[in-house]
């Protein structure tokens, strides 16, 4: 029934210039993936929760360096050739990442891929959300049909990744001439693949020639002026700057990613095969989240009222870790907090869009991500240190920080939305 109800957009006129995104989404992501056993293999090879939670800040770190540049020449020059690049260069990155042991080279990859990141960060997002042509009830059932098609792609690739380990062995030692690996340690390699498979879909989509480029002018003043002008729309919009602020902080604070929910099952004594099969059970039952947004909004009249209902709801579920104890109830445990995000993005990513002027959007986008970044710049390396000293409950619970935060934010506001109304 929910799958019926999305085939209206691929009817549609749209289809036409969104499908190589759809294809990108399912056919990059039914390949065997690395991310559902990351923090365990990076165990298995004798890495430390601190040595892999540091992984993620030195790719925040280039992140953060990175961000804004490539979001300008995006908007400057093209973001399908940025994105395509990504694809390109995490495709590799994923070939050396299959034959490194070393904590200097992990790091330096983890740099690279970093960098990759920001080449698809804010371009993708807007090269796609501009195909709806600045609809906002367009955009969101985009948004719900990119999740259910990111979900099954997902849930068939954790999947087959499941079956792929029980095939091969998880913790089985293979040897390839000089070289000694385990099996899951392949999934590198099956990872690899699915970037190039979305390099080939992806260079279907559509963009419109950038005149500017054609022209020849110059492309550091060009991208300094826009830097300066997405920053000026901040400082003058204080709707904005609150809904910025809000888009950042709410992301990490609902976030259940590496090394914390995987280490969450370790420490309930789920096997790597078992903690791929979580995984792969949670983004089935993810595809179903997508369509809560849809029959909750209905219940409140703004969509500021709907973010403070989900971040409350998170609060209340996070808190529960402390008395998950059964493998049964972790992995419902599990289900229910990775998919926080899934229910709040339909509802305010639109949102957030629904506001940024169309020549400013990769850039406003990557400035997300690079505040983002500086976070997670910052938490990554507590997070782990949380988890070696403390223990997983303190690490899965401290995110609530931020989304009180958050909830502040959307209190502030709220308070400015009825003082406009009183002036009206």
């Known amino acids: ?26 056919f990059g992501s039914i390949i065997p993936q690395v991310s559902a056993i990351f923090v365990v293999l990076w165990a298995a090879r004798g890495f430390s929760f601190f040595q892999i939670s540091l992984g993620f800040v030195v790719m925040r770190a280039a992140m953060f360096i990175f961000e804004i540049p490539t979001g300008v020449i995006a908007d400057l020059y093209s973001k399908k050739v940025s994105t395509l690049m990504h694809y390109l260069l995490s495709g590799i990155i994923y070939i050396c990442l299959f034959f490194t042991h070393s904590f200097v080279l992990f790091l330096v990859l983890f740099a690279f891929e970093g960098i990759s990141k920001t080449l698809s960060s804010g371009a ?13 009830q367009l955009a969101k059932k985009y948004y719900r049909t990119k999740e259910v098609i990111m979900k099954v792609g997902e849930t068939i690739g954790d999947a ?12 089985s030692i293979y040897r390839f001439w000089n070289f000694e690996f385990r099996g899951m340690d392949l999934l590198y390699l099956t990872g ?6 979305s390099l ?16 020849g002018e110059n492309y550091l003043s060009e991208a300094w002026v826009q830097f300066k002008t ?18 950042v902080v709410a992301a990490e604070g609902l976030s259940f990613w590496e090394p914390v929910n995987q280490a969450f099952l370790l420490d309930r004594n789920f096997s790597p095969e078992y903690i791929a099969a979580v995984i792969a059970i949670t983004g089935l039952i993810s595809s179903f989240f997508v369509y809560i947004p849809r029959k909750m909004e209905r219940f409140f009249s703004h969509e500021i009222g709907y973010a403070f209902f ?21 992995i419902i445990f599990f289900v229910v907090k990775s998919n926080f995000a899934t229910v709040l993005n339909p509802i305010m990513r639109p ?74």
């Open 124 to 136: 993708a997002e807007a090269l796609e959300y501009e195909q709806c042509h600045d609809d906002e």
């Open 310 to 330: 989900v971040l409350v709801a998170h609060i209340i579920i996070t808190v529960c870790a402390w008395i998950v104890v059964s493998p049964l109830i972790a």
């Open 192 to 197: 690899a693949l699915g970037y190039f498979i």
């Open 200 to 215: 080939v879909f992806y260079s279907c989509m559509k963009e419109q020639k950038n005149s500017r480029i054609e022209a």
């Open 1 to 26: 029934m929910v799958f019926l109800e999305n085939m209206s957009l691929f009817k549609s006129k749209n289809w036409g210039s969104l499908w190589p995104a759809y294809a990108t989404f399912f």
């Open 160 to 171: 087959l990744t499941v079956g792929f380990l029980l095939l091969i062995g998880a913790n």
């Open 351 to 424: 949102y957030f869009q629904h506001h940024i002027p169309n020549k400013i959007r990769a850039t406003m986008l990557s400035a997300e991500s690079v505040a983002a970044a500086i976070l997670v710049v910052g938490i990554s390396p507590v997070e782990g240190y949380l988890l070696d000293r403390f223990g997983v409950n303190i690490a899965v619970t401290f995110p609530i920080i931020f989304v009180l935060i958050a909830l502040f934010i959307l209190i502030q506001m709220k308070r400015q939305s009825n003082l406009e109304k009183n002036i009206e």
């Open 230 to 247: 997405t920053i000026s729309y901040l400082k003058n919009s204080q709707h904005i700057m609150w809904l910025f602020l809000f888009m």
